[in-house]
């Protein structure tokens, strides 16, 4: 059960996009489109913004959009806020009813 | 209100046992499968072991397999997770989580988290 791999760090400047990948294998995240997404403050617990790759959870302002190629899952955050600058987790379904998360990237917005 | 309550974090040594309790309320707890995941200081959430609604099924990371136990009551609405043998690398926050109702591995509630240290 290896960690997804994410990019430790991305960055955007108000209202701009950002992107962040999210890579496995055909084990995991392009074995199933179980792949959900996480906000976290630091002390606090993660949030849901998406599953089963492209869905939104209500509430979830829709400038979160999340897609998926391959082995390899996207988050995509338009319009970034300020709020927004947190880290964000992806996880997936892992066969054998486990899961794996991803490792992580601290969004900033400049 | 619908939430999750972690307890039952604390320091203990190598080699030591703790369980975890997790009280829900404000949803029909009976009908969620349910989880554990863990962050350690300064690291990503890792999950660790998962639950049927009616506990039959069970299923656990390979680096907690045999030492850890998950279960639930019911009708306490609590879900638990008993720690055994636990490592210095069990260090964590400790999180119960809920899984969503379309079973596709997604975690849709979490609870605050309880803190386990393990060290001597």
């Not at chain 1, 806020?81 to 996880?91: H, L, N, R, T």
Request: hydrophobic fraction near 30%.
């Amino acid at each position: 059960q290896s960690a997804l791999t994410q990019p430790p760090s991305a960055s955007g400047s108000p209202g701009q996009s950002v992107t962040i990948s999210c890579s496995g294998t055909s084990s995991d995240v392009g074995g199933y489109n179980y792949v959900s997404w996480y906000q976290q403050y630091p002390g606090k617990a993660p949030k849901l913004m998406i599953y089963e790759v492209t869905k939104r959870p209500s509430g979830v302002p829709d400038r979160f959009s999340g897609s998926k190629s391959g082995n390899t899952a996207s988050l995509t955050v338009s319009g970034l806020q300020a709020e927004d600058e947190a880290d964000y987790y992806c996880s997936s379904y892992a066969g054998r009813n486990m899961g794996v998360f991803g490792t992580g990237t601290k969004v900033t917005v400049l | 209100e619908v939430q999750l309550v972690e307890s039952g974090g604390g320091l203990v040594q190598p080699g030591g046992s703790l369980r975890l309790s997790c009280a829900a309320s404000g949803f029909t707890f009976r009908t969620y499968w349910m989880h554990w995941v863990r962050q350690a200081p300064g690291q990503g959430p890792v999950w660790v072991s998962r639950i049927k609604n009616d506990g039959d099924i069970t299923s656990y990371a390979d680096s907690v397999k045999g030492r850890f136990t998950i279960s639930r009551d019911n009708a306490k609405n609590t879900l638990y997770l008993q720690m055994n043998s636990l490592r210095a690398e069990d260090t964590a926050v400790y999180f119960c989580a809920r899984e969503g109702p379309t079973l596709t591995f997604h975690f849709d509630l979490w609870g605050r988290g309880t803190l386990v240290t393990v060290s001597s």
